[in-house]
């Protein structure tokens, strides 16, 4: 938002200054031909006069961790829950996911080999549901740290033979502090020893209180080795995720948050993007962090080639000029040219944070030395 001189202000009203001036000192306000004046004081002469201002609002387009997004609600569609695994270590996060995997993406999908991705999906009653498949805890950190929100729903693994433990309460804290719903997966029924009683009672310090209890935290009872449980935890994602009302809409440019990145020998930089609104194509220029590019050739976690990605819908690209970090945000653009410059900017911008972090130090160093 800009602001105008008094001067200014005048010529705009096509009025005599010291006119201007002499409304302002009625309103209480002192100023001189020059002076800025602020949105009120604009705001308020200009209703004197009948005049109804429009704010120019000055969106930085470099900016586009804070870009509004805004959809009109009919344009809002169902998308699927983004649903990450966490849990204490050794509870069976790893086992969870690729029991799941193993279970859903070979019934559906024949001869699809997943792989390794960063996320996947599978489907259940006709539902997709997308798992982030990196390890729990380095994910939500890292991305919560860099203001990146891309769960939706947290599973919170606890072996039934041993209960609550450190990583389970931070992995509690993490969900709470991302205001996500929690379902609890009491695994290792099968094992001697397994008491999901106990599982529910310690939890009842965290505030999650089991439907047995009169509580409304859905458990379920698992055996993620065995694949034990499985059908009834996705049903359970489903029904939260219904309650949830999850949407985005398909119909604009996308953006969305970097799971994982990495450069290859062969294809250079490879990114695993989550689409999380609108839809990605192959083409299409984006800004992600700060590197930019177009989207070369794009994989689904079945390992296949894929022309678009909608929300909720992770996807390997190639096609960026450096490599990413986990947790950066990225926009597509329609406009290549506009990618470019914006990247690029972003770049400069980087080089001299990196820069004026350097003198800091040095300028450290040297009062440490004196
Ligand atoms: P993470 O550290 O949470 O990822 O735990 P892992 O998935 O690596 O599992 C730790 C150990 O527990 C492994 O030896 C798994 O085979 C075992 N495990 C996982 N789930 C179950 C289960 O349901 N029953 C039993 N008996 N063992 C399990
Ligand atoms: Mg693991």
Redesign the pocket.
């Known amino acids: 938002s800009g602001t105008l001189t008094v001067a200014e202000l005048a010529e705009k009203l096509n009025k005599d200054t010291s006119e201007i001036i002499k409304k302002l000192m009625m309103l209480g306000v002192m100023a001189t031909k020059n002076q800025d004046l602020d949105v009120d004081a604009i705001e308020l002469i200009c209703s004197e006069y009948g005049v109804e201002v429009e704010e120019e609002v000055q969106v930085d387009e470099t900016d586009i961790e804070n870009y509004q997004f805004e959809d009109a609600a009919e344009d809002l569609e169902e998308r699927p829950a983004v649903v990450t695994i966490m ?10 996911l ?1 029991s799941i995997r193993d279970t859903k993406v070979t019934e559906g999908e024949a001869g699809g080999i997943t792989q390794h991705i960063g996320a996947y999906q599978v489907e259940e009653n006709g539902k997709k549901i997308t798992f982030l498949d990196t390890p729990g805890h380095a994910a939500f950190t890292s991305m919560r740290s860099r203001g990146a929100q891309v769960t939706d729903i947290a599973i919170l ?1 606890v ?1 039934a033979d041993d209960g609550v433990m450190p990583q389970t309460v931070e992995a509690i804290n993490h969900a709470k502090a991302a205001d996500v719903p929690i379902i609890v997966a009491v ?5 001697e020893g397994a008491n999901p009683n106990r599982v529910m009672q310690e939890l009842m310090e965290y505030e999650l209180i089991s439907e047995d209890f009169g509580g409304e935290t859905i458990f379920v009872k ?5 694949h ?1 449980g499985i059908d009834d935890l996705l049903e359970m994602i489903v029904l939260v995720t219904e309650m949830e009302e999850l949407k985005a809409n398909p119909n604009r440019p996308a953006y969305g948050t970097v799971i994982e990145a990495e450069l290859d020998k062969g294809r250079g930089s490879v990114a695993t993007l989550l689409v999380q609104n609108g839809t990605l194509r192959v083409g299409d220029a984006l800004v992600v962090g700060n590197t930019f590019g177009r989207v070369r050739a794009m994989v689904n976690d079945l390992g296949r080639r894929v022309k678009s990605a909608g929300p909720s819908t992770p996807v390997e690209i190639t096609g960026l000029n450096e490599v990413p970090q986990a947790g950066d945000r990225f926009l597509a653009f329609e406009d290549e040219k506009k990618a470019r410059a914006i990247g690029e900017a972003r770049q400069q911008k980087q080089i001299e944070a990196q820069r004026s972090d350097r003198t800091k130090v040095s300028l450290d160093d040297l009062f440490e030395q004196i």
């Open positions: 849990g204490h270590v050794d509870h069976g996060k790893t086992t969870l690729d693994v072996a695994n290792k029924m099968d094992k698992m055996a993620a080795v065995k034990e």
